[in-house]
């Protein structure tokens, strides 16, 4: 007997965590923090037993996909956590940033000592391409979900009832063009397929046409002495804007102006992504051999310290400033614009989705003025947007993602807002598959 229950990232994209059970074994892919609306949810016990769950695997290093774990292990979690090594390094650093945040709150749902514990049952390391044994009728493979660093798929085969069955969960999958790490790969055959479907309902700009926009308005910033302010997500949109940066600094364009990663956690993420050199996509690997460092250039400077952010204002010319958080709520960008929103030759340019009711997307819409830390904030600076950056594939590309895996059973959607599920489906519907099923939280499906 085998089935399937969700606990999160059903009808909404935060929250991940799936459980299965196969015979007498019993295992969770993801164990992900609610964010935004439904934040609410973390602090509801878990639906199951945690004592009784035997492994844990992780697709990749996000909150949405982690954030839970120390959670999982104080409330009695003893299994194996599986993961790539890249995940690995990454959540330690994500896990203890979030811990550090959670801290300054009333009633922290769980604060930096529990994550040491959580972090001591990973250690059962498999990679792309790799299978792993669970039991002898269990074998677990992964795939590049081409997401994030480090981030994968998941494969489970089975032995049930007779037959072999085989189960694919997305975990999130990448854009085909990356601009940093090695673009996704494609499952052949599974019974079943859990998939994300964050942008089930749209197509995202063109890459390379994103990649022209960020570029120019940069230029156009600096070239009349202005300030580029970036609010950036700490893992991999970061290092990508370092590479971009990077490329217009090797064509002399960036005209050796000061160029600031004012954010610990992205910094640290930095140096943990320097390690894993194979990950990366033809370009990036190809500079690696040639023992250029991809994310670094002359006028980078990094400011891992309170006074070393403080100076930056001192610098009265030009300048680029990359810091989080990547949707302005809180962290240091808060400061920076303050300070540069309320001048009209400096730029703010937004290059990640903002959430609804975000201070980013507030400032995104504002027309006048903006609330930052309490304060209301004159809007003069110019106020863009680079829209095709997305670690998340658009509705095509999920469809081409499925269309590659053969002997489908039926196709179960995860991860997205019902409005986005519904135009995946019914795409599904008509293109590839009829079996399509929304899934519903605390939903049991039978495999
Ligand atoms: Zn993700």
Avoid at 179 to 207: D, M, R
Avoid at 211 to 223: C, H, V, Y
Avoid at 433 to 446: F, L, P, R, S, T
Wanted: include cysteine; charged fraction near 25%.
């Amino acid at each position: 007997m085998a089935f399937y229950k969700s606990y999160g990232a059903a009808g909404e994209v935060t929250g991940s965590c799936h459980f299965l059970q196969i015979g007498k074994t019993k295992i969770l892919i993801d164990c992900g923090m609610f964010q935004g609306d439904e934040e609410e949810f973390n602090k509801e016990p878990f639906d199951f037993n945690p004592k009784e769950i035997d492994y844990l695997i992780v697709t990749h290093a996000h909150l949405d996909h982690i954030g839970r774990i120390p959670l999982l292990v104080k409330e009695g979690f003893t299994g194996k956590i599986i993961s790539t090594r890249a995940t690995f390094s990454i959540t330690q650093l994500m896990l203890k940033n979030s811990a550090g945040i959670l801290e300054t709150k009333k009633e922290p749902l769980y604060t930096t000592k529990d994550v040491d514990p959580a972090l001591h049952l990973f250690g059962t390391f498999l990679e792309p391409n790799k299978s792993l044994e669970l039991t002898k009728n269990i074998k677990i493979s992964f795939k590049n979900a081409g997401h994030i660093l480090g981030a994968v798929s998941v494969r489970i085969k089975f032995f049930d009832e007779g037959i072999t069955k085989t189960v694919v969960f997305s975990g999130d999958i990448g854009q085909s063009k990356r601009i940093i790490t090695s673009p996704v790969k494609y499952w052949k055959k599974a019974n079943y397929v859990f998939i994300e479907s964050t942008y089930g309902h749209s197509i995202h700009q063109n890459l390379n046409v994103s990649i022209k926009e960020f570029k120019k308005e940069i230029l156009e910033t600096i070239k009349k002495g202005g300030t580029v302010v970036i609010p950036s997500f700490a893992l991999e949109r970061t290092q990508e804007i370092l590479f971009l940066l990077k490329q217009l600094s090797q064509k002399g364009k960036l005209q050796d102006i000061p160029v600031y990663l004012d954010s610990p956690l992205a910094i640290n993420v930095t140096k943990t992504f320097k390690n894993y050199p194979k990950l990366f996509n033809n370009k990036v690997t190809k500079m690696i051999k040639a023992n250029e460092d991809p994310f670094d250039f002359v006028e980078l400077i990094q400011t891992y310290t309170k006074e070393s952010s403080q100076k930056i204002e001192s610098h009265k010319g030009a300048k680029i400033i990359i810091a989080g958080s990547g949707m302005c709520q809180g962290g240091r960008v808060s400061y920076h614009l303050i300070k540069y929103l309320q001048d009209k030759k400096n730029l703010v340019l937004f290059v990640g989705f903002q959430v609804h009711s975000t201070t980013g997307s507030q400032i995104l819409n504002a027309k006048h003025e903006a609330h930052i830390l309490g304060m209301k904030i004159p809007v003069q600076a110019k106020i863009s947007s680079v829209s095709g950056f997305s670690a998340h594939a658009d509705q095509h590309e999920l469809l081409e993602w499925l269309n590659h895996i053969k002997d489908v059973n039926c196709v179960y959607l995860v991860h997205g807002d019902i409005p986005q599920l519904k135009v995946l489906k019914e795409k599904v519907k008509t293109k590839l598959q009829d079996k399509v099923h929304i899934v519903k939280m605390h939903e049991q499906i039978h495999l």
